[in-house]
């Protein structure tokens, strides 16, 4: 890592402020929306064991929990009448009691259990495979989280093997013609010590996970980046690069490189005097 820069996900509260701009920005959230309207309810049909009452649900990096609860409204509606237990792990405090307050707001306590683990996936692994607990769910879900992984590998197949029966894993994350790909493959080793995990299709073809992908576009306004002094667009750089302050902390010349970057046609275009930087998403789709 160069000079005074710090990795923006181990500041929990900057991060979930950063995070909250770049959906206010983006349309990622309409983007998953449609595959949760569209697609999913054909991808939920099928699973449950035969003859079982409930459902057992896990989502992994839920953050405040919007999307979690519009894909547990659709599971509930493929499956009215089965109870449902949503398992939650999610490290970040101030998510989770978002999630909680959102839960409470919309009244979820009747059909559905939340249990929640305030870890990353990683101690939730460790600490299963320390009391030889491995709970088995027909649904799993990783939206937009496993960037922040250990390992891309061992957390697939960790998580692929507690599904159920019937079960299905859905993984959603950034294309590979999207322009998180392309600066992260270019800087990424720039930005932080390691490396934010991008390449899920090919881990999975390397563990030979059989999967369906589907892509859908998504579009983040990044016009503010290039206006100094904005506060919005230092906190969309935060990020766009995953480090904390990265305007006044990269070294000149990295932040220039990035800057120019950003409006490249590998990462955005320009529309009605708009910078729109591809945020277009994978869903991947894998069977028990
Ligand atoms: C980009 S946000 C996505 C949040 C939510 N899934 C959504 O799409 O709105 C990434 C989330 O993953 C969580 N996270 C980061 N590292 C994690 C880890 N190792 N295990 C589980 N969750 C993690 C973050 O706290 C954050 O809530």
């Known amino acids: 890592m160069e000079s005074s820069m710090k990795p923006l996900p181990l500041d929990f509260h900057r991060y979930l402020k950063s995070f909250e701009l770049f959906l206010e920005r983006s349309t990622e959230h309409q983007c998953m929306g449609k595959f949760i309207d569209e697609i999913l309810p054909d991808v939920i049909a099928s699973i449950g064991k035969k003859g079982s009452s409930s459902l057992n649900v896990l989502g992994v990096g839920s953050g405040s929990g919007k999307i979690d609860i519009e894909i547990l409204g659709k ?4 499956h009215p009448g089965l109870l449902i237990h949503n398992e939650v792990i999610e490290p970040n405090p101030e998510h989770i009691s978002k999630y909680k307050a959102l839960v409470e707001e919309k009244c979820l306590h009747q059909n559905i259990s939340f249990h929640r683990n305030q870890m990353s996936s990683d101690e939730y692994e460790r600490q299963n495979k320390e009391r030889n607990k491995s709970k088995k769910f027909d649904f799993i879900h990783m ?58 299709h090919k881990a999975l073809d390397e563990i030979r996970i059989k999967y369906q992908i589907y892509e859908l576009s998504s579009d983040l306004v990044i016009t503010e980046c290039f206006i100094e002094g904005n506060e919005n667009g230092e906190r969309l750089l935060d990020f766009l690069t995953h480090v904390v302050d990265f305007r006044k902390t990269a070294p000149a010349d990295l932040k220039e490189e990035v800057l120019h970057y950003l409006r490249q046609p590998q990462c955005s275009r320009e529309q009605n005097g708009k910078v729109l930087f591809n945020n277009n998403l994978y869903f991947i789709v894998i069977d028990y």
């Open 143 to 200: 939206v937009e989280m496993l960037y922040y992984v250990e390992s891309l590998h061992d957390t697939i197949t960790y998580f692929h093997s507690l599904l159920q029966t019937n079960g299905k894993f859905l993984i959603i994350q950034t294309a590979d013609d999207g322009g998180y790909h392309s600066l992260w493959k270019k800087y990424g080793s720039r930005f932080l010590s390691s490396y934010l995990f991008l390449d899920v």
């Open 75 to 78: 599971i509930q509606s493929k």
